[in-house]
């Protein structure tokens, strides 16, 4: 690195640069994936070694962003946050809604809020902040107990990788949950955080060391693809177009990151039906 200054390579240290897509690889964003070669006809053999070449490109398997971390995160991030609008921030919570009720929709179940009321007579949210004693998890056993109202519920297994909030969830301060975002618990937490973790949630150790898309969800959906695109995601507020995106293209969109590589949705759907699903947009 020159002078410690951030600027694009197509060879960068992974040390310096994150890689773009490591929990949802492979990438499939063109921006991040695939690299131009510069001087291509002064380069041997020996340079390519190892490296996926196409149409004078590297292709990355995973990807790397064009900053460093430092630079992304005060000089990118920074700035950009601040301008994200009312809109934007509301486009995000209903795409993570969206995923929420499509997961209950799949197992006909309610959400776990209703769920446990009715059949404990307790609040849910209560329930999983005494749970953990009151405390945000990973602030530790140790920390200052925080309100019910301060408490975020976090999923433990991530929602983005179709996994219902359950009374598995975690009880984190809003600042680790933000933190923790859609990680898996193992790219989260310690190991001996994992183990305590386990203890009190009840999942498997095993399971909170993979990163692996709910695969009993994911199966349901494939089942149920015709009704996905045909009725859940023709819902008006999902054809809604907010800034110049149809939001069911936006929670396609997620559904296609996290199982890239493993199934089609939109072609599933061509072969159960002859055509595409009108219901999102089909480049």
């Known amino acids: 690195m020159k002078d410690n200054f951030c600027f694009p390579l197509l060879l960068v240290t992974q ?161 680790h949950n933000s933190q923790k975002s859609d990680h898996f618990p193992v790219d989260f937490y310690s190991e001996d955080e994992l183990k305590r973790l386990s203890e009190i949630t009840g999942i498997s150790l095993e399971k909170l060391h993979t990163r692996a898309v709910n695969q009993e969800v994911l199966d349901l959906l494939i089942e149920n693809v015709v009704w996905f695109y045909d009725e859940f995601l023709m819902d008006d507020d999902y054809q809604k177009v907010r800034d110049g995106i149809r939001t069911a293209d936006k929670i396609n969109d997620s559904l296609k990151r996290i199982i890239a590589g493993k199934v089609d949705l939109a072609e599933q759907y061509r072969i159960k039906t002859g055509h595409y699903p009108t219901s999102v947009t089909i480049e």
């Open 15 to 175: 040390s310096c640069f994150s890689l773009h897509c490591k929990k949802r690889a492979p990438c499939v964003h063109s921006t991040f994936r695939a690299y131009t070669i510069q001087n291509i006809d002064e380069l041997t053999t020996n340079d390519f070694r190892g490296l996926k070449i196409a149409d004078n490109k590297v292709v990355s398997y995973y990807g790397h962003q064009l900053e460093c971390k430092a630079c992304k995160k005060f000089f990118v991030n920074a700035p950009l946050n601040p301008q994200r609008n009312a809109q934007q921030f509301k486009e995000d919570g209903l795409r993570r809604r969206a995923i929420e009720v499509l997961v209950n929709d799949l197992l006909h179940t309610n959400l776990v809020h209703f769920e446990f009321e009715h059949r404990t007579k307790k609040e849910f949210s209560e329930f999983i902040w005494r749970k953990f004693d009151k405390r945000c998890f990973k602030c530790g056993p140790n920390s200052k107990p925080i309100e019910l109202g301060e408490m975020a519920l976090d999923h433990t297994m991530p929602l983005a990788y179709l996994y219902r909030l359950d009374e598995s969830a975690t009880c984190l301060c809003s600042s």
